[in-house]
């Protein structure tokens, strides 16, 4: 019988010939990542090696990757602390995948990882934040964990009691209108399975679409997977993951696609025409409450938030200022933009990107996720509303559950910036 992306890199990982849905596994870690919530990690790390007379040391510091990009810079004394025994756990142990609070090589750890070209097709990535489903965008399975899982991943190397998921195959063709990109392709699936959907699953990307996509549209769309419930998203390593990983990330290495076999088995296949697609908003206060714009353009404004891992990148930033040219934030409507990284910052500093966001009235913020989670800058004010590229709307998200946020691609920000309310770009 034939295997899915996934079921393949979980057979090579764990050492077996096939696996199928439904095996339970302990797989190889090729990469376990976390961000300040390793303080955490580390205090589980410790405690399991009290009284074992085992020294305590991770089993591979090459394959542990630490970003500082919640809390940057620090916010309170008890962040500054974290971070700092973060750092001296770092140098104790010699782990160099660290990217501490810098505007070089800095940014949010779903955009470091892959710029970095710590990611690799065919690689199974644990990481202690539920969005480590983006880095399915090359390839690998990745998924999230909590502290103890992945303390238990620094100790033994694996993931221990990993159940082999089902894989639903979302096939999407066409080509997406102007101002529809993947950020509404990855809204309109969530609203079509539902929050729940795709629970304990893999979402296997396929399709014309999807060929032609970016890697940077892939990452906003494996970014949101787990938005549907989804244990991971991934598309299979395919021409343009080899150009983003040798252009763009300077792996010279081998690098090693898994594809799925054609006789694959997959639990449901959807499929999705994106010709006709309208630009989409997920509305308060679940991410699957989704509405083509038509039904709630006109809705008053107070912040705009451009930026984060799902939709902080190069060509995120383009589009948003390409609109934006020539144009202000309109008054009584504040407008921050997040690049996803310090390199991103930089290229959109030469191309002229930071200078229209700030001629427009844009406040242009450090990289970092604290707005996405309401843990850092930008929080919302009472009965405020919020339009974000970010990826979730809960009730209280952005730091006050007396306000709403409604989700959107970089092109509804940046138009409805313009006018104040939420604006079709088409139509702007």
Not at 157 to 171: D, F, H, Q, R, S
Not at 329 to 342: N, Q
């Amino acid at each position: 019988m034939g295997m899915t992306v996934v079921e393949k890199i979980l057979a090579r990982a764990a050492g077996r010939e096939a696996v199928k849905a439904g095996d339970v596994l302990e797989p190889k870690v090729d990469l376990a990542m976390s961000h300040e919530n390793a303080a955490l990690v580390i205090n589980q790390f410790e405690a399991i090696h009290e009284g074992t007379g085992i020294e305590v040391r991770p089993w591979d510091p090459s394959k542990i990757a630490i970003i500082f990009d919640h809390r940057v810079p620090a916010e309170s004394p008890k962040t500054a602390t974290n971070q700092k025994k973060i750092r001296g756990f770092v140098a104790k142990h010699g782990i160099a995948k660290f990217h501490d609070i810098r505007g070089d090589v800095g940014g949010i750890c779903h955009q470091v990882l892959p710029e970095y070209g710590y990611v690799r097709p065919g690689f199974v990535v644990v990481g202690t934040d539920s969005h480590t489903t983006s880095h399915g965008a090359l390839g690998a399975f990745s998924f999230g964990v909590g502290a103890t899982e992945m303390a238990s991943a620094w100790t033994l190397g694996y993931a221990v009691n990993i159940e082999v998921p089902p894989t639903i195959k979302v096939v999407v063709n066409g080509e997406f209108p102007p101002m529809v990109g993947p950020k509404d392709l990855i809204l309109h699936l969530i609203g079509v399975l539902t929050a729940q959907g795709a629970n304990f699953r893999v979402l296997e990307y396929h399709g014309e679409t999807i060929r032609k996509m970016s890697t940077s549209g892939r990452l906003a769309v494996c970014n949101m997977s787990v938005e549907a419930g989804a244990t991971s998203g991934i598309v299979p390593a395919d021409a343009e993951t080899l150009r983003y990983l040798r252009e763009e990330a300077g792996v010279t290495d081998a690098i090693s696609p898994v594809t799925p076999d054609a006789d694959a088995v997959y639990e449901r296949v959807v499929e999705i025409d994106v010709s006709a697609l309208s630009p989409q908003i997920a509305c308060p206060h679940t991410v699957d409450n989704v509405k083509p714009i038509d039904q709630v353009a006109g809705k008053r404004i107070h912040q705009i938030v451009i930026g984060s891992c799902t939709n902080g990148r190069l060509d995120d930033l383009a589009v948003a200022a390409g609109i934006l040219k020539g144009h202000k934030v309109a008054e009584g409507t504040r407008m921050l933009v997040f690049p996803a990284s310090g390199r991103i910052f930089g290229q959109a500093l030469d191309r002229g990107y930071i200078h229209e966001f700030m001629r427009a009235g844009a406040v242009v913020m450090n990289s970092g996720c604290g707005p996405c989670l309401g843990v850092h800058e930008g929080a919302l004010g009472d009965d405020e509303v919020a339009l974000s590229t970010t990826n979730r709307n809960f009730k209280g998200r952005m730091g006050n559950p007396k306000s709403e946020v409604y989700l959107c691609s970089p092109a509804v920000a940046a138009a409805s910036a313009i006018t104040g309310v939420i604006t079709d770009p088409r139509k702007a």
